[in-house]
């Protein structure tokens, strides 16, 4: 089990960047693909970007792709996610999510797969 706790949310103008964390507990963290989620006001919870075990494979949204970055330090049990040109349609609270199991097709984006979510962090983009 683990329990992803989610930091690095703020305020930032458009074009700008920030660095979300998400550190998660437990003594297993390295076995779990993590994820990255958002919610915009008055939109569903969408997909982000998602990491597998080792770090090796990454997946990302067309709608971020080439401007986010995710990566995990599993010696830290942290993931991150590294946000560049943001723009207000970015704007959003942003979850970080744990999912036992491998990536099997495109399940890295089932938000029902994953098993221990996080409170989620404020990111307000700015024009």
């Known amino acids: 089990q683990v329990q992803p706790v989610e930091s690095g949310g703020g305020l930032v103008q458009a074009g700008g960047s920030l660095r979300l964390s998400c550190a998660a507990s437990?003594?297993?963290?390295?076995?779990?693909?993590m994820g990255w989620f958002r919610q915009a006001p008055r939109k569903e919870r969408e997909f982000v970007a998602a990491?597998?075990?080792?770090?090796?494979?990454?997946y990302y949204a067309d709608s971020v792709k080439g401007r986010f970055t995710i990566s995990r330090d599993n010696a830290k049990n942290t993931v991150f996610l590294q946000m560049d040109s943001l723009t207000p349609e970015d704007t959003a609270v942003y979850y970080c999510?744990?999912?036992?199991?491998?990536?099997?097709?495109?399940?890295?984006?089932?938000?029902?797969?994953?098993?221990?979510w996080g409170q989620g962090t404020q990111v307000t983009v700015s024009s």
């Open positions: 990491v597998n075990w080792s770090g090796s494979n990454t």
């Open positions: 999510a744990a999912k036992r199991g491998g990536i099997y097709g495109s399940n890295y984006n089932t938000q029902r797969l994953y098993d221990y």
């Open positions: 437990g003594r297993t963290f390295s076995s779990y693909v």
